[in-house]
Structures are given as structure tokens and as C-alpha cells.
């Protein structure tokens, strides 16, 4: 009978044992489910790429934004810059590693910016770092552990615009060329996790633990990184237990059931993105009084509380409200009025001669191009803009699309209101954003021949592009956001851009099983050390 | 009256009140189908909106009795497209026969090579998203079924004396087409045809419901399912009555298929 009872006692133990084992396994093991945008991870690829890397967590820059959109040092502790703002001193934090264990030292830093502004030179690479920093020269200095950047023209803060994810720091091994690299499916870089796998098909990774990690220890073994396109299909699996935490599902009902279940954390934060529609100056919308009676027809208030459920915080200007650039003091005279649109298209002559409830222009029917696409609530936006100018007698036709079509689309000029969703200050400051507007003098206008050109709604104000040059010349900060605001007033006068709102970001996570999981204010940044396995 | 007769007029009294209410839509909805009040999105069904609101605030009650229109004019119009195009290809085929039935029946055999949901989508992905394009693409891939059934029609009478004789009296090809193929081919013709509306209604609908067929502001079934999609959880009116729709039509217009066959069929009598 002692026999017995050993045996038994044995067996439960074991038991007990296999089962403890199996949990700790499942606690090391993170299940994440989000939108991958690219098939690659080389940040030389094209943005999405250089975005992916650091997302997922493998990749870091130089320096990092904060949640307050401050910044602070990252792969660089301290720094120095000349008096005429040209010349940046970086010194290396000591003791980072890659995630191979070579050092990550001031020579491999200079190697990695200089192999990106040498490929990105080429037509088989996208990405534009040249945009953002025109630079003269990387020196490295390896016995002070330093790398000095010499640009062309005067920047206010180099350290924002380094934080971009063009410019994480990965480990090339001195090839400046990529005569023997290819980092489309794993890219070594600083960050806790490392590339084991990636689909490009399916674009599935499979991460595993940073062992060199210079934060410290990592907390999960192991990540899963599912691609799941649709919102609806995320909130589903976090609520059946496929996966353990998610991001940005945008389904206001679908956000809603999560966050009233206390089974799952929903963090929430006014990101720096607006959602607005391009208004194509080239088409119909070129006539001023239907564009301003376009934007007047909209009820922006609702659209953001209401049919999007909250997902985004309404504001008329093209930066979000919670940005420093004075938003109070701007103006909107052409806010929500309907019985004001249809006077102003009644005084323009803009009227309904044959009675068929769509009113005419030089004789046609006005029938508007409307290009979406789902994500982040933009289709949304286009159905209910679509009611809403139906209401005034404009015929709205939409194309919903898949995001690189809608490029195309918009690259050829074919449409009259083209959804996106901008990060607006991705470098610290709307220089990037704000192009969207700058004609110089009709140089920057796109159109087809000037790959380089960045303004695709034709629109033309010189006054606007004098600000915008006051601003890119300009290092006194409080100057430039003076001049920022002074732009947001002409586009707002001009009815340049019908903004939707500015969207509030979301990382969901199973609390029972994932703590830590914050969003970020800048979606840079998706998995880091700080999301950790429940006790 | 026999009993299947009396299931054959049910079921056709069924199909004319729903073609009925489509007529009629007008004058049968409580509230315009397209105009949205931003403000009464989602809310559920109660005695102001029966079916209750979707995301613009719509009235679903609305929308679902004038989607009865899209959906049933663009399946009659399918049905009748695959009707007369298969019904022509195949006698065509069936009576000359030689390299003509060969090219025409190889044609057949490559349509229907392709899962034919498959082709839908491939060609309305290329013709682009609308209703119109939805009809094409659906027919391009469904006439195949009339073809071989009225060449297999025609193959069986072909050899019988009255053509002989229609074709010794002087009788033109065109003449002995429509006068004496035609119509022996139409009774199973028709009773094929009565049988797809139904599902001809439920492709086009998925069509609808993954973005090839209808398009906003539109109210049609497939796109209201589609829209519903993801306010399921928070409000699944917006999928259960356009998908009640659906399933009630497509019932109804399936069993009435099958009352005709019974009706139709001479073996019955034996």
C-alpha cells in the first residue's frame, strides 16, 4: 500500500512538474497580432520596412521620442552641436551590442548611416533619408567613441529627426554597398528582439530573444508576430485567446467590448497622426466656392464622436490640437453648416437646372472621385462624407482601395478627395507633413516626370510657400512654430484640405496574461522590454 | 388541384410578393433608404426603426426592402444574360456540330475549369467594382451550364424525321433553330433557370460582400452584410436582417425552382 501511495505521490508530483513546465513555456512565449506594412525589414528598403524593424522591436535608433514628444538618448548618450547647427557630435553609449554580440561602437554606427545614404542613392531603394537630413559627411572616431555628422544646411534638432526609423542603426560588417547582405527577411540590429523567421508571403515573423541585449534582460523567449489585416479579426483572437496582445483595432464597437471587459487592458493616447482627404486642385474642387462648400457640408464633430465612435479627436487643422503649434489661435470660417453650403453653391450659380438632385458646374453634373481605403477609419469617413454631400446636391463616387493602389491613384491625379493618415511631426517638427502643400512655385507640384516632387493636390499658394521656406531656414524654434502656425491659418483660408481628426492610437493586451503593454504616442514603437509575462 | 400545383402557386405567390415589395419599395418604406442621420447611428430595432439603424444612421427596415430591388433585378438580369447566351451557344453548337461544336463546347470546358467563384472575382477584380461588372463577371462564368444542356437538348432531337423533314421542305437554319430546337430545349431550360436565381443571388451577394459588386451608398444585401461585419458584436441587426433577407429569397426562389420541375417534369406523370 506504501508502494502505492509513493507511486501516486510520485506521478502527481511529475504531473505537477510537466504542468508548471508547460505554463512557464507559454509565459515565455508572446502571441502578437498587428498590421504588417512591409515585406522586408531593411530600413534602406522603402518607410514601411525601416518602420517594421522598429516596431517589432528588433531595430533602434540613435535617439528616441518620448510619450510628451521629447527626446531622449537612445544608441547615443550626449551629444554636441556647432554654433552654426551643422556639425553634430554623437558619442556611443558604451557597451551596446547587435544582437550578434559584435560591439556596436562609433565606427559601426558611421557604417550603418553611411551604407544607407550609399544604397538609398540607387533606383532598387526607396527610402528617401536625404529628405529629412541632407548630409555632408559621416566621420567616426573610435577612441572617443564618437561619430560626427556633417550636414549641408542648418537643422534645428538633428537628434528628432535621428529618431526617424530611416536611421536605426544596424550591424552592416563594414560592407557600405550590400555587396554580400540582404536584409529583406532578418536584419541584425540593437533592439530585444531578434529576427528568427519571416515569411514574406505571409509576412509572418517569428522573434526570439535579444541575449545581448544592453537594456538588461529580455522577458519573452519567444514572439509570434501574426499579420492580421482586419480589426474585426483581431479584437476576436485576443478574445479567444489566439493571440495575447494587439494594436490600433479601430472598430469603435470592437474597441468597446474590449475595454469593457476587464480581462483585457486597452491603452489608449492621442497620437500624432491626422486623417484629412487630399482636395485635387487640378479637378472640380479648384472651383473655390465648392471646396469651401465641400468642407462646410461636413459635420467633422460627429463623424470623429459618433461614426467613428471616438477613434479620432476631431480638429480642423492639418496638426493635431495637442501640439505645440497654438491651435487656439487659428480660425475656421468654414466650419459645419449645410443651409450656409447650399447658399454659397446658390450664389455661385453652382444650382440644380434639371432636377435630378445633383447640382451642376460648367454644365456637368458634379459627381465626385472619392479614393479610401480601410484603414483607420478612413473608409468611414469617405461613406459618411459621402451622405453628407449627397445632402447638398454633390454626387460622391468612392473607390475603395487597398493602400498602394490608392498611391497610384493619387500619384495620377485621378481623384478629387484622397484619404490618409499622416504622422505628422515624425521627425519632430512638420518639415515632412507641411511638403504636402509647398508648391514652389509649381516646381514641387507632382506629375509623373518629378519623382522627387511631394505636393499631389496641385496646390499653389505663394504665400504658403514663403512660410514654408521662412520655416525650413529658420533654427529659432519658437519662429518656426510661429511660422507652422501661420501655414495651418492659409491652409484653413484656402479650404486646402478637409481633416477628418486626429487619431487616438490603441494597444490592447490580455491582462491576465501580458502587463506593460503601453501605446505610445509616436507608433514607432510597439514591443519593447517593458511588456512582460503577468507574475 | 394536384399537391403540386398548390406548392407551385404558394411558392409563386411567395416570388410575387417579393417582387411586389421590390416594385413597390417606394411606397412600403417608412424612411429614405439613403439618408443618414449621423447622430442615429446603430441604434437597435424598436418601433420607430424596425430593423433598427446602421453606421450612418440609416434605416436598416429601409434599406433592406429597397435592396430587394438591387438584388433581385441584377439576379433576374443574370439569369436572363446566361440564359439566352448558354441556350444560343449550345443549340448553335448541338446542330452544326463539327469543328464549331468543337471550339464552342472547348471554350465551355475552359470556363468551367476555374472554380467559378474564383474567375467572379478575378474578372470583376479587372472590370472593376460595381454592380453592372458583378453581373458580367458571374455571367461570364455560369453560362457554360446552359450551353451543354441545350447541345445535350438539341444532340438528342437532331436525328428525328421532323427536322428531316422541316430541312427537305426548304426550311432556313435559322428557322429550324428557333421553330424546332428552341423550343424543345426551353421546358428544362427554364426550370434551370428558375432554380439558379436563387443562388445567382447569393453569388452576386458575395461579390457584394467582398467589394466587387455593389458599392456605397448602395442597398443591396451583400454590401449591408459586409458593412455590418464588423459592428457584429455591437450590433448585429445590421447583419441579421439583410442576411433573413437573403436566405428568405433565396428559399423562396429555390423552392419554387424545384415546384416547376415537379409542374414541368412529364416523368412525374408515369
Not at chain 1, 516 to 533: N, R, V
Not at chain 2, 146 to 164: D, F, N, P, Q, T
Amino acid at each position: 500500500m506504501k508502494r502505492v501511495s509513493k507511486a501516486v505521490a510520485a506521478g502527481i508530483a511529475a504531473a505537477m512538474m510537466c504542468t508548471a513546465m508547460v505554463s512557464a513555456a507559454a509565459q515565455e512565449h508572446l502571441n502578437f497580432g498587428c498590421y504588417m506594412y512591409a515585406a522586408s525589414f531593411d530600413p534602406a528598403a522603402y518607410q514601411n520596412a525601416a518602420w517594421q524593424g522598429m516596431r517589432l522591436g528588433v531595430t533602434e535608433a540613435l535617439f528616441r521620442f518620448n510619450d510628451d514628444m521629447t527626446v531622449s538618448g537612445c544608441l547615443c548618450d550626449t551629444y554636441e552641436v556647432s554654433e552654426d547647427h551643422k556639425t553634430w557630435t554623437l558619442h556611443i553609449r558604451d557597451g551596446v551590442k547587435f544582437s550578434n554580440g559584435d560591439d556596436c561602437n562609433a565606427q559601426a554606427v558611421a557604417d550603418s548611416l553611411q551604407r544607407l545614404y550609399n544604397v538609398c542613392a540607387r533606383e532598387e531603394y526607396s527610402s528617401t533619408p536625404s529628405t529629412y537630413i541632407d548630409m555632408a559627411s559621416i566621420t567616426a572616431d573610435a577612441e572617443a567613441n564618437t561619430v560626427t555628422l556633417v550636414t549641408n544646411v542648418a537643422y534645428a534638432d538633428l537628434t528628432a529627426t535621428l529618431c526617424f526609423p530611416f536611421y536605426t542603426i544596424i550591424d552592416v560588417e563594414g560592407d557600405l554597398d550590400d555587396e554580400s547582405h540582404d536584409y529583406t527577411e532578418s536584419v541584425i540590429g540593437t533592439g530585444p528582439y531578434v529576427v528568427d523567421s519571416f515569411d514574406v508571403t505571409t509576412k509572418n515573423a517569428e522573434l526570439v530573444r535579444n541575449e545581448n541585449y544592453w537594456k538588461g534582460e529580455v522577458p519573452y523567449a519567444s514572439v509570434s508576430a501574426t499579420f492580421i489585416e482586419d480589426d474585426t479579426t483581431k479584437a476576436l483572437a485576443i478574445q479567444s485567446g489566439d493571440i495575447d496582445l494587439t494594436e490600433n483595432v479601430t472598430t469603435a464597437s470592437d474597441l468597446a467590448t474590449l475595454e469593457a471587459d476587464d480581462t483585457y487592458y486597452v491603452s489608449k493616447t492621442s497620437s500624432m497622426r491626422t486623417g484629412f482627404a487630399y482636395l485635387n486642385f487640378a479637378g472640380v474642387l479648384g472651383n473655390d466656392d465648392l471646396r469651401r462648400a465641400v468642407c462646410m457640408a461636413v459635420d467633422g464633430q460627429t463623424l470623429c464622436d459618433v461614426t467613428v465612435g471616438g477613434m479620432y479627436t476631431y480638429g480642423y487643422a492639418v496638426l493635431p490640437s495637442s501640439l505645440v503649434y497654438d491651435y487656439d489661435s487659428l480660425v475656421y470660417a468654414y466650419g459645419y453648416d449645410v443651409e450656409g453650403a447650399k447658399k454659397l453653391l446658390d450664389d455661385a450659380g453652382i444650382v440644380d437646372t434639371d432636377g435630378d438632385g445633383i447640382r451642376e458646374l460648367n454644365g456637368e453634373n458634379i459627381t465626385l472621385r472619392y479614393i479610401t481605403y480601410v484603414n483607420r477609419c478612413l473608409s468611414d469617413f469617405a461613406e459618411a462624407i459621402q451622405v453628407s454631400l449627397a445632402e447638398i446636391g454633390i454626387n460622391v463616387e468612392i473607390t475603395n482601395t487597398d493602400s498602394d493602389t490608392e498611391w497610384n491613384l493619387m500619384q495620377a491625379g485621378a481623384y478629387d478627395l484622397c484619404d490618409s493618415n499622416w504622422t505628422t511631426v515624425g521627425t519632430g517638427d512638420p518639415t515632412a507633413f507641411l511638403l504636402n502643400w509647398y508648391g514652389d512655385g509649381g516646381a514641387n507640384l507632382y506629375d509623373g516626370e518629378n519623382a522627387e516632387a511631394t505636393n499631389y493636390c496641385n496646390y499653389v499658394s505663394e504665400e504658403y510657400d514663403e512660410l514654408y521656406e521662412a520655416f525650413t531656414a529658420s533654427t529659432d524654434v519658437e519662429e518656426r512654430n510661429r511660422l507652422v502656425a501661420q501655414m495651418e491659418q492659409v491652409l484653413l483660408d484656402d479650404c486646402a484640405v478637409l481633416v477628418h481628426g486626429y487619431y487616438n492610437s490603441a494597444f490592447i493586451s490580455n491582462a491576465t496574461k501580458v502587463t506593460g503593454a503601453e501605446i505610445s504616442t509616436i507608433d514607432y514603437y510597439w514591443l519593447s522590454s517593458d511588456i512582460k509575462p503577468v507574475e | 388541384m394536384k399537391k403540386k400545383h398548390v406548392l407551385f402557386v404558394s411558392f409563386l405567390c411567395l416570388a410575387l410578393l417579393i417582387v411586389l415589395a421590390a416594385v413597390l419599395a417606394p411606397y412600403l418604406v417608412p424612411y429614405d433608404p439613403f439618408a443618414a442621420s449621423l447622430t442615429d447611428a446603430l441604434k437597435p430595432p424598436s418601433a420607430e426603426h424596425l430593423f433598427g439603424t446602421d453606421k450612418l444612421g440609416r434605416d436598416l427596415f429601409s434599406r433592406v426592402i429597397y435592396g430587394s430591388r438591387a438584388s433581385l433585378a441584377s439576379a433576374l438580369a443574370l439569369v436572363a444574360c446566361i440564359f439566352a447566351l448558354g441556350s444560343v451557344v449550345g443549340i448553335a453548337a448541338g446542330y452544326f456540330g463539327g469543328w464549331i461544336d468543337a471550339v464552342l463546347m472547348r471554350l465551355a470546358d475552359m470556363m468551367i475549369s476555374f472554380p467559378g467563384m474564383v474567375l467572379a472575382i478575378a474578372v470583376a477584380g479587372i472590370l472593376g467594382a460595381s454592380m453592372t461588372n458583378a453581373v458580367i463577371a458571374v455571367a461570364l462564368v455560369s453560362w457554360t451550364k446552359y450551353a451543354r444542356l441545350s447541345r445535350s437538348l438539341v444532340l438528342k432531337i437532331k436525328g428525328c424525321e421532323y427536322l428531316a423533314a422541316a430541312r427537305l421542305t426548304g426550311s432556313r437554319t435559322g428557322h429550324i433553330m428557333w421553330r424546332y430546337l428552341f423550343p424543345n430545349a426551353v421546358p428544362t431550360l427554364v426550370i434551370t433557370a428558375a432554380t439558379d436565381i436563387g443562388s445567382m443571388m447569393l453569388e452576386l451577394a458575395g461579390l457584394s460582400f467582398l467589394g466587387f459588386g455593389a458599392q456605397a451608398p448602395m442597398a443591396e444585401w451583400g454590401l449591408m452584410l459586409s458593412e455590418g461585419r464588423s459592428y457584429m458584436q455591437k450590433a448585429p441587426w445590421m447583419m441579421v436582417f439583410p442576411g433573413l433577407a437573403i436566405f428568405c429569397v433565396v428559399v423562396v426562389f429555390n423552392l419554387l425552382g424545384d415546384s416547376l420541375r415537379d409542374v414541368l417534369d412529364p416523368r412525374e406523370e408515369e
